[in-house]
């Protein structure tokens, strides 16, 4: 079955960077692209990037540009998205998704002095 | 980017009754729309795809309707476990853009 699984909750200080992961199994990784979603503590979703798998293609949320990075190792079926300069409006849970369909279980980044 | 409006913010509803709620979309975005449900503490769960078709194991009291800009999801009979925040999503578009959400609560 399809399965994505995410690294552990983080706690960043502001101004830092966090690297998050996304490990599949279940299917063919490079098959499908890989979405990255976060959701701010009481609030909606909000779209921060894509990645195409097979050839690394990305696109990014304007808001996020410049400071997001996705990134994708084949050989470990593993997405990686990291975002850097954090401020306090970054506490979120980040999800990593394939398509609509199936959805990691979120990673907690909290950021504070 | 496309602007995804939905409406209303919260929805009261006595179990058993048609909940229906709106979705917006800036501008024309064909059928490219999908709707989620999400409860507390959980990843979003997708309920229909291409606006009106039913996710695996989504029961047949969700349904879907629209195309181009105005969409809507009705819930035929609310069921307990209905009571939930509802979003959709368009994917016609770069970048992706999901409405506020409507939260369905119990009247």
């Known amino acids: 079955q399809v399965q994505l699984v995410q690294s552990g909750a983080e706690v960043k200080k502001p101004g830092a960077s966090v690297k998050i992961s996304c490990e599949a199994s279940?299917?063919?990784?490079?098959?499908?692209?890989l979405h990255w979603v976060r959701q701010a503590p009481g609030q909606g979703l909000e779209w921060v990037g894509w990645?195409?798998?097979?050839?690394?293609?990305?696109r990014y949320a304007q808001k996020f540009q410049g400071r997001v990075t996705i990134t994708r190792d084949i050989s470990a079926r593993t997405a990686y998205m990291e975002l850097s300069s954090l401020i306090s409006q970054d506490t979120a849970v980040y999800f990593c998704?394939?398509?609509?369909?199936?959805w990691g279980q979120g990673t907690l980044v909290t950021v504070s002095s | 980017e496309i602007v995804m409006t939905q409406s209303p913010a919260t929805l009261s509803v006595s179990p058993g009754e048609r909940a229906t709620l709106s979705c917006r979309a800036s501008?024309?975005?064909?059928?490219?729309l999908v709707w989620y449900q999400q409860k507390p503490g959980q990843a979003p769960r997708l309920l229909l795809d291409?606006?009106?078709t039913r996710a695996t194991g989504i029961p047949a009291r969700f349904s879907g309707s629209g195309s181009g800009t105005e969409f809507t999801l009705t819930i035929s009979s609310l069921q307990s476990e209905d009571f939930a925040i509802y979003y959709c999503?368009?994917?016609?578009?770069?970048?992706?853009?999901f409405g506020q959400g409507t939260k369905v609560e119990m009247k």
């Open positions: 998704a394939r398509g609509a369909g199936y």
């Open positions: 279940g299917y063919t990784f490079t098959d499908n692209a």
């Open positions: 990645i195409d798998t097979d050839n690394g293609n990305t």
């Open positions: 501008q024309s975005i064909g059928s490219y």
């Open positions: 291409d606006a009106s």
């Open positions: 999503q368009q994917y016609s578009n770069w970048p992706r853009t």
